[in-house]
């Protein structure tokens, strides 16, 4: 049973880490650019030269 | 800047969706035999290649790998070209990944019917296949890693990562779980023995779950759903964050599977946690899917498609959910060993797997043909009964799981089990059953319709093959600028820098838990009195393995009263230590054999018994659904091979003595004179060589070493009771028929007049004599060597009475 004394410690301090990394990674504007990928992804799939009938509408 | 031409292979995706169509059929197909067998035994067609114990693995393979895993490609082949602007890298590893896979699929099919297994479930093939998986799974992977290198777009899309990760899952999974030391060409051992070869199975079956059902998955959502619903995805953001906790988290999970099993709690603990801390990256995804919907919920009004994938991310958030739930130990209780897991299975796959597939291939179809769905309503049919046949099959079956659990641990007043008969809490649970084969068969039929409304519409449109398109050349961006560009951003258009990270995080979790279990002894303490199996013994073990026993009997006792009343003294580490590989099963459609070979214990039976049941188990328990194993009556014990065995299991540190191999056939030889005497005994004339005489040996030593030795002896047999008396009031009478009914009646037949080696109870040849004195006591202790079990500790002196007063005065003569 000892070992869960350790078990707790280890995983107070891996919390702590992964909090420290997410607020960094907040901070650090890691999460910042994320409006062209997600759009970008929607344009590119109509055959050649179909393109210009493409109506797809993005709000 | 000039545009390139692309040309995009059409084809290999095409022969994707075909397999995904004809391997679907299949899947599901074979899922309603087996339930056709659970509910009627004579589906198992009498052939020892169509029982449920060989059969289940077909229908799980098929639907993972075969249906799932050929519309995972489709996906991945179609969606990576475009969002990559490139061809795939290699023309002839695409090629190789699809023919590959469509021959491990028909050597899987094969293989399993015939009994080749390693019985580690949804790793139940044997070593040979395993190459193969490994050699066309890397194909896969250099094939997918190659095509981001070449590709012309900046950024990698975060469908890619999902990919990415499931590559790279399913290698370090498939190749740790596969160690393994072959004996011929379709048998081989698994390197771990009992406790870790758990450890190590349940973190590959559950991480199966997760990076071959939920990582491929989350990409294909990722890329579908926004195609399908023509909106971006609701926020990247979470998709980032959601992504590296998900893959990070996962690996950790796997011991969920073994909770109050025979595993050091520090495991348990892990599992447990992790689990539960799941559920907010898998919510990520359920929201990031549902919000993306923001605005368009209209769109699903119409479209069968989004209907499709709608279904599909609720009920990955209800699973996501429930998983997390299931983990907690005491819901654990009643969930594992019970249709629960089956129910939850059944929705994840059913819904959340089938359910984007099918949303992905009523969008892409179309697309990928030029032309218009055939029919919106048809397929909109299809959601409807697929749908409503998903709640058809699962709302019975957790009822099935609350009803057996609650049977199984309910107790009388007096404190006996109210139901020590495990075949009645079977029995009771059946008419649910009829409800899973309905509820199959709906889906089924969906499926059909889907099909033809897909041929139709390929065959009115038409497609090109290899696709052109223009896309720009890519400008390599070069070292990052710490100013313009963050880390994941700049990570995002490095691939392989991208692989390895991903493979550091995945790894992580399994080695925290497998390289203890493996390396530090102070895990599995050993039981002096635990011995090697004898060569007979290991013969009977690998035709368990080899008949697929562990589908539906454990052996593995869990520290609850109601299961050691019922089974016998609880599992210990220590025990398995020989157990290469481990069989303690995942689902008790038949009970717990861990203490079959218990002398005295509850579940102990004599070599007859055993003999009679194995030819017919419903002449020994008229509703059982055990299917019948005449052959192993017929076919002989493999001989030649014994050595090897033994040698094998020496290498893998089973402490056989020195030169042992070469006496081993002898030593099997005679232990199989012993169990013939014994069987002749009982008036059965059986050939020695035969397997039926190893199933026994192996039976009766299931839990023999850990037990103390029975009161086979006069001077430690158990005071005798002298009984004046009967109670002989029809009250009485009617209560010992009942008990009679219940507990007598599967060996003694239901009117008592004996079945194949039992004796009869209405002539006037009494074994064990016929006073009350003689009957109260046969009942009270038993002569368990014979077969007659002691029923002290499931009746009270009173209900012996009362059925030893239905046996004498009761039975019709």
């Given at each position: 049973m000892n070992i869960f004394y350790l078990l707790i410690g280890v995983s107070l301090f891996g919390a702590l880490v992964f909090l420290v990394l997410f607020i960094w990674a907040v901070k650090d504007k890691q999460f910042d650019d994320d409006k062209t990928p997600p759009i970008r992804m929607l344009f590119d799939d109509e055959p050649a030269e179909e393109k210009e009938n493409d109506t797809t509408e993005v709000k | 800047m000039e545009d390139q031409k692309v040309i995009y292979d059409n084809k290999t995706v095409k022969l994707f969706i075909l397999a995904t169509l004809v391997w679907g059929i299949v899947g599901v197909l074979v899922g309603i035999v087996i339930a056709l067998q659970l509910r009627f035994p004579a589906f198992n067609f009498g052939?020892?290649?169509?029982?449920?114990?060989?059969?289940?693995?077909v229908h799980t393979n098929a639907i993972i790998f075969a249906f799932v895993g050929n519309a995972i490609f489709a996906g991945v082949y179609?969606?990576?070209?475009?969002?990559?602007?490139?061809?795939?890298?290699?023309?002839?590893?695409?090629?190789?990944?699809?023919?590959?896979?469509?021959?491990?699929?028909?050597?899987?099919?094969?293989?399993?019917?015939?009994?080749?297994?390693?019985?580690?479930?949804?790793?139940?093939?044997?070593?040979?296949?395993?190459?193969?998986?490994?050699?066309?799974?890397?194909?896969?992977?250099?094939?997918?890693?190659?095509?981001?290198?070449?590709?012309?777009?900046?950024?990698?899309?975060?469908?890619?990562?999902?990919?990415?990760?499931?590559?790279?899952?399913?290698?370090?999974?498939h190749i740790v779980n596969s160690f393994e030391l072959p004996i011929s060409l379709f048998k081989s051992y698994s390197l771990y023995a009992g406790a870790q070869d758990a450890v190590v199975q349940w973190w590959y079956g559950h991480n199966a779950v997760a990076f071959f059902l939920t990582t491929p998955f989350l990409g294909l959502m990722y890329y579908y759903l926004p195609k399908a619903a023509e909106r971006p995805i609701y926020s990247y953001k979470l998709s980032i964050i959601h992504f590296w906790s998900l893959i990070f988290l996962y690996m950790w999970a796997g011991p969920h599977h073994l909770l109050y099993q025979a595993l050091p709690d520090w495991t348990q603990a892990l599992g447990v946690t992790f689990s539960v801390m799941l559920i907010a990256p898998s919510w990520g995804g359920m929201i990031n899917g549902l919000l993306t919907l923001r605005g368009a919920w209209d769109k699903v009004r119409d479209k069968a498609e989004l209907k499709f994938l709608v279904v599909a991310v609720t009920a990955y958030g209800m699973s996501t959910f429930e998983g997390p739930m299931m983990s907690i130990k005491f819901v654990n209780q009643l969930t594992h060993f019970t249709d629960w897991t089956i129910a939850h299975v059944h929705i994840a796959g059913m819904a959340w797997n089938g359910g984007i597939v099918f949303g992905m291939l009523y969008w892409m179809v179309p697309k990928l043909f030029r032309t218009k769905l055939y029919s919106e309503k048809l397929a909109n049919a299809h959601f409807w009964i697929a749908t409503l046949g998903i709640l058809i099959y699962a709302i019975p079956l957790y009822w099935s799981a609350i009803t057996q659990w609650l049977m199984l641990r309910e107790y009388t007043p007096e404190g006996f089990l109210a139901y020590p008969n495990?075949?009645?809490?079977?029995?009771?649970?059946?008419?649910?059953?009829?409800?899973?084969?309905?509820?199959?068969?709906?889906?089924?039929?969906?499926?059909?319709?889907?099909?033809?409304?897909?041929?139709?519409?390929?065959?009115?449109?038409?497609?090109?093959?290899?696709?052109?398109?223009?896309?720009?050349?890519?400008?390599?961006?070069?070292?990052?600028?710490?100013?313009?560009?963050?880390?994941?951003?700049?990570?995002?258009?490095?691939?392989?820098?991208?692989?390895?990270?991903?493979?550091?995080?995945?790894?992580?979790?399994?080695?925290?838990?497998?390289?203890?279990?493996?390396?530090?002894?102070?895990?599995?303490?050993?039981?002096?009195?635990?011995?090697?199996?004898?060569?007979?013994?290991?013969?009977?073990?690998?035709?368990?393995?080899?008949?697929?026993?562990?589908?539906?009997?454990?052996?593995?006792?869990?520290?609850?009263?109601?299961?050691?009343?019922?089974?016998?003294?609880?599992?210990?580490?220590?025990?398995?230590?020989?157990?290469?590989?481990?069989?303690?099963?995942?689902?008790?459609?038949?009970?717990?054999?861990?203490?079959?070979?218990?002398?005295?214990?509850?579940?102990?039976k004599n070599a007859a018994w055993h003999y009679n049941h194995f030819m017919d188990p419903q002449k020994m328990n008229e509703q059982s659904i055990m299917p019948k194993y005449p052959w192993l009556a017929e076919k002989n014990i493999d001989l030649d091979i014994i050595p090897a065995k033994i040698r094998a299991m020496k290498k893998l540190g089973v402490p056989y003595p020195e030169g042992f191999d070469k006496i081993a056939v002898d030593d099997l030889k005679k232990q199989?004179?012993?169990?013939?005497?014994?069987?002749?005994?009982?008036?059965?004339?059986?050939?020695?060589?035969?397997?039926?005489?190893?199933?026994?040996?192996y039976m009766h030593k299931l839990g023999r070493d850990i037990s103390t030795p029975a009161a086979s002896d006069s001077a430690n047999a158990p005071a005798k009771v002298v009984v004046e008396s009967l109670p002989n009031t029809p009250a009485d009478l009617t209560a010992g028929k009942e008990i009679f009914g219940k507990l007598c009646a599967s060996c003694h037949g239901p009117e008592g007049k004996g079945l194949a080696t039992f004796p009869n109870l209405t002539d006037d040849e009494w074994i064990h004599g016929n006073t009350p004195t003689d009957v109260v006591n046969t009942i009270t202790n038993g002569y368990p060597v014979k077969g007659m079990l002691p029923f002290k500790n499931q009746l009270t002196e009173q209900q012996i009475k009362q059925v030893a007063s239905f046996t004498l005065n009761g039975l019709k003569k």
């Amino acid at each position: 049973m000892n070992i869960f004394y350790l078990l707790i410690g280890v995983s107070l301090f891996g919390a702590l880490v992964f909090l420290v990394l997410f607020i960094w990674a907040v901070k650090d504007k890691q999460f910042d650019d994320d409006k062209t990928p997600p759009i970008r992804m929607l344009f590119d799939d109509e055959p050649a030269e179909e393109k210009e009938n493409d109506t797809t509408e993005v709000k | 800047m000039e545009d390139q031409k692309v040309i995009y292979d059409n084809k290999t995706v095409k022969l994707f969706i075909l397999a995904t169509l004809v391997w679907g059929i299949v899947g599901v197909l074979v899922g309603i035999v087996i339930a056709l067998q659970l509910r009627f035994p004579a589906f198992n067609f009498g052939l020892e290649f169509t029982t449920f114990g060989r059969v289940r693995p077909v229908h799980t393979n098929a639907i993972i790998f075969a249906f799932v895993g050929n519309a995972i490609f489709a996906g991945v082949y179609y969606s990576m070209q475009r969002l990559l602007k490139t061809r795939m890298f290699s023309d002839l590893l695409s090629k190789f990944h699809f023919w590959g896979w469509q021959l491990i699929i028909v050597l899987a099919a094969v293989t399993l019917l015939l009994g080749f297994t390693t019985s580690k479930e949804y790793a139940e093939l044997e070593w040979p296949i395993d190459i193969l998986i490994a050699l066309v799974w890397v194909a896969f992977g250099v094939n997918m890693i190659g095509t981001t290198v070449i590709r012309r777009v900046q950024h990698i899309y975060a469908a890619i990562w999902w990919y990415i990760a499931t590559f790279v899952g399913v290698a370090i999974l498939h190749i740790v779980n596969s160690f393994e030391l072959p004996i011929s060409l379709f048998k081989s051992y698994s390197l771990y023995a009992g406790a870790q070869d758990a450890v190590v199975q349940w973190w590959y079956g559950h991480n199966a779950v997760a990076f071959f059902l939920t990582t491929p998955f989350l990409g294909l959502m990722y890329y579908y759903l926004p195609k399908a619903a023509e909106r971006p995805i609701y926020s990247y953001k979470l998709s980032i964050i959601h992504f590296w906790s998900l893959i990070f988290l996962y690996m950790w999970a796997g011991p969920h599977h073994l909770l109050y099993q025979a595993l050091p709690d520090w495991t348990q603990a892990l599992g447990v946690t992790f689990s539960v801390m799941l559920i907010a990256p898998s919510w990520g995804g359920m929201i990031n899917g549902l919000l993306t919907l923001r605005g368009a919920w209209d769109k699903v009004r119409d479209k069968a498609e989004l209907k499709f994938l709608v279904v599909a991310v609720t009920a990955y958030g209800m699973s996501t959910f429930e998983g997390p739930m299931m983990s907690i130990k005491f819901v654990n209780q009643l969930t594992h060993f019970t249709d629960w897991t089956i129910a939850h299975v059944h929705i994840a796959g059913m819904a959340w797997n089938g359910g984007i597939v099918f949303g992905m291939l009523y969008w892409m179809v179309p697309k990928l043909f030029r032309t218009k769905l055939y029919s919106e309503k048809l397929a909109n049919a299809h959601f409807w009964i697929a749908t409503l046949g998903i709640l058809i099959y699962a709302i019975p079956l957790y009822w099935s799981a609350i009803t057996q659990w609650l049977m199984l641990r309910e107790y009388t007043p007096e404190g006996f089990l109210a139901y020590p008969n495990f075949l009645e809490t079977l029995t009771q649970i059946l008419p649910m059953y009829t409800f899973r084969i309905i509820g199959g068969t709906m889906f089924l039929i969906g499926f059909f319709l889907m099909v033809f409304n897909l041929a139709k519409t390929m065959k009115a449109g038409s497609m090109v093959a290899q696709e052109e398109a223009y896309a720009p050349v890519l400008v390599e961006l070069g070292a990052r600028d710490p100013k313009k560009e963050s880390m994941h951003r700049f990570l995002e258009r490095r691939s392989v820098r991208f692989s390895v990270i991903a493979f550091i995080v995945l790894a992580i979790g399994g080695a925290v838990e497998i390289i203890p279990m493996t390396f530090v002894k102070s895990n599995v303490p050993t039981i002096e009195a635990v011995k090697p199996y004898t060569p007979l013994e290991l013969a009977g073990r690998d035709l368990y393995v080899s008949e697929g026993c562990y589908n539906c009997h454990s052996q593995m006792v869990r520290p609850f009263r109601w299961e050691t009343d019922r089974y016998g003294e609880y599992s210990k580490i220590g025990e398995f230590v020989y157990d290469h590989p481990f069989q303690w099963g995942s689902r008790r459609t038949g009970p717990d054999l861990a203490r079959a070979g218990v002398i005295g214990g509850p579940m102990y039976k004599n070599a007859a018994w055993h003999y009679n049941h194995f030819m017919d188990p419903q002449k020994m328990n008229e509703q059982s659904i055990m299917p019948k194993y005449p052959w192993l009556a017929e076919k002989n014990i493999d001989l030649d091979i014994i050595p090897a065995k033994i040698r094998a299991m020496k290498k893998l540190g089973v402490p056989y003595p020195e030169g042992f191999d070469k006496i081993a056939v002898d030593d099997l030889k005679k232990q199989a004179a012993v169990i013939v005497a014994d069987l002749k005994a009982s008036g059965i004339t059986a050939d020695p060589g035969k397997q039926i005489i190893a199933m026994i040996a192996y039976m009766h030593k299931l839990g023999r070493d850990i037990s103390t030795p029975a009161a086979s002896d006069s001077a430690n047999a158990p005071a005798k009771v002298v009984v004046e008396s009967l109670p002989n009031t029809p009250a009485d009478l009617t209560a010992g028929k009942e008990i009679f009914g219940k507990l007598c009646a599967s060996c003694h037949g239901p009117e008592g007049k004996g079945l194949a080696t039992f004796p009869n109870l209405t002539d006037d040849e009494w074994i064990h004599g016929n006073t009350p004195t003689d009957v109260v006591n046969t009942i009270t202790n038993g002569y368990p060597v014979k077969g007659m079990l002691p029923f002290k500790n499931q009746l009270t002196e009173q209900q012996i009475k009362q059925v030893a007063s239905f046996t004498l005065n009761g039975l019709k003569k």
